[in-house]
């Protein structure tokens, strides 16, 4: 319980800073914990290569996502945005840092590669916050059967 009431006040600071920001639209965006599984569990069905993703809310400088992994995901480098992630569900290795194997651009600003190669790596699991900066590599790697969800954050740093 103390964990998801975490969660939950992570994700609306980050949410409400991020409207403060940017001065948006007045309406706040609330999602709780059941919700998001809730989404998770539609996103299932929809579950290709891997992943699946939902966007939930767009702004000028940020916009907010779900995803659901159930295997290695790409390495990728983002030019332009930071990552925030709030893990819902499972656990994954995250490797951040060094850099793309064979990278190629997959849209403007959008670099991905086969692994990120002598990055970091650490365990992350359900109520972990984690901030990427844009520029770093980064990949997520999953053991076989497990399941992953995260509410992303991306914001646009330059």
Known sequence: ????????????????????????TLKVDHFTPAELTQMAHALDSKVQNGMASEDLSKYPNHFTMLILRNKNGTAEMHENFADFFVVVEGHATL??????????????????????????????????VVH?????????????????????????EK
């Open 1 to 24: 319980m103390k964990n998801k009431a975490l969660y939950i006040a992570i994700t609306v600071c980050l949410l409400a800073g991020t409207l403060a920001a940017s001065a948006q």
């Open 95 to 128: 490797v951040s840092g060094g850099t793309l194997k064979d990278a190629k651009t997959a849209s403007p600003g959008e670099l991905r590669g086969a692994a990120v190669e002598n990055g970091t790596k650490e365990a992350i699991s359900a109520g972990d």
């Open 132 to 156: 990427i900066p844009a520029t770093l590599p980064h990949q997520l790697l999953l053991a076989d059967g497990d399941r992953f969800v995260y509410f992303v954050l991306k914001i646009k």
